[in-house]
């Protein structure tokens, strides 16, 4: 966790589909600052105990979680923030403190039990916050994650390609709006991925969204349904089926077996196959 302050971006990410937020906001006036400085796609849900936010949590399957430090019966939520942890892993933790009724203590709790940011109320931009918190977790970030481990693995010249197709995988984008993106005709992209032993564009996309959904499946009592809908799949068929045929996995195995770790690993021994049989050519 870091203490976010006024460097956090001023506007949330745009989303195609709506933000869902579920917020302990025991007070009015930070429920009308959230309704406020939030954008009109975000699906705020506000309650009041605990008891209402573990209900809540569980049935929307959020993109953010919002804690005050106390809830409106006076329990603390400190030592409850590492069941949300533990149970949805991948999805950001933002915790609201006032310094007036935030301890040290409270603060150090909510750190170890894996509360990604804290915004301080009456200094931050809570919506920035938010919007930073969501980032740390798309597909830009997943993208980065799987470059560092793949990075020393592929020729300097095509790294731009990989990580392009990766981080863009969610809006399903054409092989010529890669292209077009960066700067070269497609038969280019197509012929530098090949002579690396790479897969093809298309294919690339498809493992972004695989990435993206592995992490998703981390988050154990997230559904296989929400996560085809919250990726734009036609169908959780459509999310299944993609899976199977690059992973050979079921959701559940991926579920059992790491998610994006597992993935990872076998991606990384796809392009380990597709540079021997490369170079068997070439010979």
Request: some cysteine; proline content about 6%.
């Amino acid at each position: 966790m870091h203490m976010a302050g006024s460097t956090q971006p001023e506007n949330p990410t745009e989303q195609s589909a709506p933000l869902r937020i579920v917020a302990l906001a025991v007070t009015d006036e930070l429920e009308a600052r959230l309704r406020t400085a939030l954008p009109e796609h975000a699906d705020v849900r506000i309650c009041r105990t605990l008891g209402q936010l573990g209900a809540l949590v569980m049935a929307l399957q959020p993109a953010v979680i919002l804690l005050e430090v106390m809830d409106g019966e006076g329990e603390r939520l400190a030592p409850h923030a590492r069941w949300l942890r533990e149970t949805f892993p991948s999805t950001p933790i933002v915790a609201c403190c006032a310094l007036s009724g935030a301890t040290a203590h409270d603060i150090l709790t909510l750190a170890k039990a894996g509360v990604t940011d804290l915004a301080l109320r009456g200094f931050d931009n809570i919506a920035g916050i938010i919007a930073s918190a969501v980032h740390a977790t798309s597909m830009e970030s997943v993208a980065a994650r799987v470059m560092r481990q793949l990075g020393p693995a592929l020729p300097r010249r095509v790294r731009p390609v990989v990580e392009y197709c990766l981080a863009n995988a969610k809006a399903s984008i054409t092989v010529d709006e890669i292209a077009a993106a960066l700067g070269m005709p497609r038969k280019t992209l197509a012929r530098q991925l090949a002579q690396a032993g790479l897969p093809s564009p298309k294919r690339l996309v498809a493992w972004g969204r695989v990435f993206i959904a592995a992490q998703m499946m981390q988050d154990q009592a997230r559904s296989i349904d929400r996560i085809a809908q919250d990726l734009d799949f036609p169908s959780t068929a459509a999310l299944r089926k993609l899976l199977r045929r690059l992973t050979g996995f079921s959701p559940q195995a991926v579920r059992e077996c790491g998610g994006l770790d597992c993935v990872q690993a076998i991606f990384h021994h796809e392009l380990l196959q597709a540079r021997r049989g490369s170079r068997s050519e070439a010979a």
